[in-house]
C-alpha cells in the first residue's frame, strides 16, 4: 500500500520559518518526481515546488528564494524548507509522487498569522 504522510506543519508568524516533511512508502521513491503543491481556502491547488528523479528543481515564482525542495532517496522522504513566510502562503501543503502512477498525501496545515 503506498502512503505519503506530510508533517511539519503549524501556525508560524510572518517572517517565520517552517520545514515540511514526506515520508513515502509502498514506493521505490527514487524513481520518482516529487513535488509540493498548496490550496489556500477558496483557491486552487497549485504547484509550489518540484525536483525530478535527478534532483533538477523548480518552484512558483512567489515562493522562489524562500522555499527550498529536497529530498532523501535513501530514507524515502522529502523535504519543504520555507523561510520568510507571508500569510500569503497560509494553505494546505500536499505532497505528490508521480511515475508510473500518481499518489497524493493527506496534506498539513501552514497558517501564517501574527
Known amino acids: 500500500q503506498v502512503q505519503l504522510v506530510e508533517s511539519g506543519g503549524g501556525l508560524v508568524q510572518p517572517g517565520g520559518s517552517l520545514r515540511l516533511s514526506c515520508e513515502t512508502s509502498?514506493?521505490?521513491?527514487?524513481?520518482?518526481?516529487m513535488a509540493w503543491h498548496r490550496q489556500a481556502p477558496g483557491k486552487d491547488r497549485e504547484l509550489v515546488a518540484i525536483?525530478?528523479?535527478?534532483?533538477?528543481?523548480n518552484y512558483l515564482d512567489l515562493v522562489k528564494g524562500r522555499f527550498t525542495i529536497s529530498r532523501d532517496n535513501a530514507k524515502n522522504t522529502m523535504s519543504l524548507q520555507m523561510n520568510n513566510l507571508q500569510p500569503e502562503d497560509t494553505a494546505v501543503y500536499y505532497c505528490?509522487?508521480?511515475?508510473?502512477?500518481?499518489?497524493w498525501g493527506r496534506g498539513t496545515q501552514v497558517t501564517v498569522s501574527s
Open positions: 509502498g514506493i521505490d521513491m527514487k524513481r520518482y518526481t
Open positions: 525536483i525530478t528523479r535527478q534532483s533538477a528543481t
Open positions: 505528490r509522487a508521480t511515475w508510473d502512477n500518481t499518489y
